[in-house]
């Protein structure tokens, strides 16, 4: 990401700058250059690690993938009623009270169900 030659040309400002810009707390004294530099030099391959060694954000686990799939299998598919109320929920037309409450819903669980199924193809990468 960065290589010691252009962090060790800027200022300590910049380089705390950096640093906040990405979230990042010096690693050592904060007075010396360094510790900043090696923040940024470090962080992506301690990341890189963490995630290997399953600390902070990790992967799901394969009954994780089952049981996301099983929601979804739950969810079902909408009819072609459901879909053309969707359709024109999506184009602004709204009913009247109290069924546009029961309309958001059918919007909103479709969102859901897109969103599990987004979710679902990005995990699977």
């Known amino acids: 990401m960065f290589t010691r030659s252009e962090l060790e ?3 300590v400002g ?3 700058g950096l640093c ?3 979230g990042l707390k010096p690693l050592g004294n904060p007075s010396y250059k360094t510790a900043w530099i090696d923040a940024l030099l470090t962080f992506a391959a301690i990341a890189l690690r963490q995630t290997k060694e399953g600390e902070g954000l990790r992967r799901m686990t394969f009954k ?3 049981d996301l799939g099983q929601a979804l299998d739950q969810m079902g598919e909408p009819t072609d009623q459901q ?3 969707i359709r024109a929920t999506m184009q602004g037309k709204r009913l009247e009270y109290p069924q546009r409450y029961e309309q958001e819903t059918l919007l909103n669980l479709h969102k859901a ?3 599990l199924e987004q979710a679902l193809d990005l995990l699977n990468m």
């Open 64 to 66: 994780g993938y089952q």
């Open 83 to 85: 879909s053309a109320l």
């Open 20 to 22: 906040k810009q990405y």
């Open 14 to 16: 910049e380089l705390k």
């Open 9 to 11: 040309i800027k200022t």
């Open 113 to 115: 169900k897109m969103h």
